[in-house]
């Protein structure tokens, strides 16, 4: 490590979606930003993220109001079946959702950011943190950076979040996944464009479903399997996860030991938690997404705006205490959103029984039939206008 200081107004530690979206939203609201902050990420884009890559049209809609077009290869979801033993319904749209490969996607928002002026340091990790009365000591592998304000924009095992003693681990879902390469004009969800989500495991512990995405990798069709286990109940017994995806992989003529198994946590969100100090903001898997479907890529997007709007707030006012970032947070509907999908998902994950199911299930049917995901042509993402 070099014995450089380093100091900068804005120090955003990650470069996934929250923080290039941060950084994103900074420039967008004046381009003089970018010379007054700095993003760190260990990682060297493209880099890899253990993730589905589902993204929907709330994500999508910001990046057209950040004024992008969606560029990165993706596979258009046209219909997603939601499943419960033999009973399904589907919404249709197209898409309903785009399917993204992460290294692509992540890098691809970086340049974005690079393109507006914004320097990213890649390769350099976060080894310490330290709050000073008139700034935050961060030191990385390289060098020491001294910082105004600090994002951590580093994804759900933050490390500032733990070096400042945030704790709280009980709010982590669960997520496990494999790749299996597929043959397109074999596999029907390929054909049909179609992405599974099967709850039938709901009755055995799980907080959460089986997914089948299919996407391609570097051209390659390939199918990302796996199971999402929200722990919204965490006083509720833990399922087998690895069981689950053995059984549900078992069911479509596949065997769990052929693939390497991945897994990673996400946090989810709670509107009664802490997320902020003075002089520190935690935004995106740091601070918390969606606990219901596991959404997290259009949930770290959104944190762009409300922390753009704080920390321009706070320098405004050269108050660095962010008092009401919580509360700019909870004004913007996608927060609205979330905190009702939090309910939902402690309701929803709360039973696990199978008459109740099936009754919500026919339920479920009836309402999305009266709605326009019923109809194939439904374009739920709004237009970018240039
Ligand atoms: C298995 C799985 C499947 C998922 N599927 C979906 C899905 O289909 N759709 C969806 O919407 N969401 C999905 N998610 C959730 C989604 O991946 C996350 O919510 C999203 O990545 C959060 O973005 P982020 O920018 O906050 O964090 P991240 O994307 O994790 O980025 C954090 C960045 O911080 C960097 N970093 C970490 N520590 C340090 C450090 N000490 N110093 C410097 N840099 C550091 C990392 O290198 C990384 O680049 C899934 C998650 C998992 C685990």
């Known amino acids: 490590m070099s014995a450089e200081i380093v100091q900068v107004d804005i120090l955003i530690v990650g470069s996934g979606p929250t923080g290039s979206s941060i950084a994103l939203h900074l420039v967008q609201q004046d381009p003089k930003w970018a010379e007054r902050m ?12 253990l993730c589905g890559g589902g993204i929907t049209y709330l994500g999508e809609n910001i990046l057209t109001d950040l004024g992008l077009p969606f560029e990165p290869n993706n596979f258009s979801v046209r219909e997603v079946q939601l499943r419960y033993a033999d009973k399904s319904y589907s919404f249709y ?20 950011a690079e ?21 935050v000591q961060v030191t990385t592998d390289k060098r020491t950076i001294q910082a105004q304000v600090l994002i951590a924009a580093d994804g759900s095992r933050s490390f500032i979040r733990s070096r400042l003693k945030w704790d709280d681990d009980s709010r982590v879902a669960r997520l496990i996944e494999v790749d299996t390469p597929e043959d397109p004009q074999q596999n029907w969800n390929f054909r049909d464009k179609v992405a ?20 391609y990798v570097d051209g390659v069709a390939t199918m990302n399997r796996g199971v999402f286990d929200s722990r919204s109940r965490p006083e509720k017994s833990k399922a087998d996860l690895k069981g689950v995806l053995r059984d549900s992989m078992a069911e479509r003529a596949r065997s769990l030991d052929d693939y390497k198994l ?8 709670d ?16 601070a918390g997404v969606d606990p219901l479907f596991g959404e997290g890529i259009s949930f770290a997007l959104a944190y762009g705006a409300p922390v753009a709007e704080t920390v321009a707030d706070a320098f405004a006012r050269a108050d660095f205490s962010f008092e009401s970032y919580r509360k700019r947070l909870m004004s913007y509907s996608m927060f609205k959103q979330l905190r009702l999908r939090v309910a939902i998902a402690r309701f929803a994950y709360k039973l696990n029984s199978p008459r109740i199911f099936r009754l919500g299930w026919t339920a479920a049917r009836w309402v999305v039939a009266r709605t326009p995901w019923r109809n194939p042509d439904y374009v739920p ?5 240039q």
């Open 38 to 49: 700095l993003i760190v990420d260990k990682a060297i884009h493209p880099r890899d993220k």
């Open 115 to 135: 393109a507006r002026g914004v320097a990213v340091s890649q390769g350099e990790g976060v080894v310490g943190v330290e709050i000073r009365p008139n700034f």
């Open 196 to 215: 599974v989500f099967d709850f039938t495991h709901m009755t055995n512990d799980l907080q959460g479903y089986y997914w089948d995405f299919p996407s």
């Open 93 to 112: 749209g197209n898409p309903v959702f785009r399917i993204v490969r992460r290294r692509e996607f992540d890098h691809w928002l970086v340049q974005q």
């Open 381 to 385: 993402a709004k237009p970018l206008v």
């Open 271 to 286: 509107a009664k938690g802490q997320f902020s100090q003075p002089r520190v903001l935690l935004a995106g898997d740091a």
């Open 262 to 269: 991945k897994g990673a946590p996400i946090r989810w969100f």
